[in-house]
Structures are given as structure tokens and as C-alpha cells.
């Protein structure tokens, strides 16, 4: 249902955007974020952005990274700048999706992609 893309190497203070498209039946979406987890630590929240718009960014991401949203295509983006060597982590995005009319949403994941900040 999700299909996250985008990631790779990148030299600290850089810049690289992440991907994150949902695909089938997909009647609507709800709240969509990003999350990583680095070797050894738990999965940590980055950012969210609400069906209105309303965004939460993890406080040491704030100011560098930006989430934003395409509900036409189905797609949800996050643009790092400036990234930090702590930043290296994989990067799992996070939807709340609704397959048809009257239907509950649910929780997906897409598959990680792996950030890698270092020069």
C-alpha cells in the first residue's frame, strides 16, 4: 500500500527529498508521517501532517526538514536540508488509509529506506 523511495547518501548539510506514494484501492487518507530508526535505537517519530494540514516535526529536525503532502497523487514527501550525521537512520513513512466508503481507516508502513549523512 506504500511505497517509499528517496533515500541514499547524503554529505552533511545537503539536501535530499523522500517519497512515500500509496497505491490500490485507496479511498482516503488520514494523517501520513515519517518515522526512522537508527542502528540500536528505537523508531522515533520525525514528522506528521494532518489531513488539514497541520504539521508536528520532532525537535531537532525542526527548521531543516519539511513535510508536506500531494492528495491528488496519493503521496507524501519529506525534504531534509541540512541534514546531520545523527540523522543517518532508515526512514519508514506512516498513513492512516481508508479503502472504501464507510470502511475504518487503518495503519500502513511502507518499507524503509535507508538515509546515510556523512561526508
Known amino acids: 500500500q506504500l511505497q517509499a523511495c528517496g533515500g541514499g547518501l547524503v554529505q552533511p548539510g545537503g539536501s535530499l527529498r523522500l517519497s512515500c506514494a500509496a497505491s490500490?484501492?485507496?479511498?482516503?487518507?488520514?494523517?501520513v508521517g515519517w518515522y526512522r530508526q537508527a542502528p540500536g535505537k528505537q523508531r522515533e517519530l520525525v514528522a506528521t501532517?494532518?489531513?488539514?494540514?497541520?504539521?508536528n516535526y520532532l525537535d531537532s529536525v525542526k527548521g531543516r526538514f519539511t513535510i508536506s503532502r500531494d492528495i491528488a497523487k496519493n503521496a507524501v514527501y519529506l525534504q531534509m536540508n541540512s541534514p546531520k550525521p545523527e540523522d543517518t537512520a532508515v526512514y519508514y513513512c506512516?498513513?492512516?488509509?481508508?479503502?472504501?466508503?464507510?470502511?475504518?481507516?487503518?495503519?500502513?508502513w511502507g518499507q524503509g529506506t535507508q538515509v546515510t549523512v556523512s561526508s
Open positions: 506512516n498513513a492512516d488509509l481508508r479503502t472504501g466508503y464507510g470502511l475504518p481507516y487503518k495503519n500502513y
Open positions: 490500490g484501492s485507496i479511498f482516503s487518507i488520514g494523517a
Open positions: 501532517v494532518r489531513t488539514g494540514g497541520s504539521t
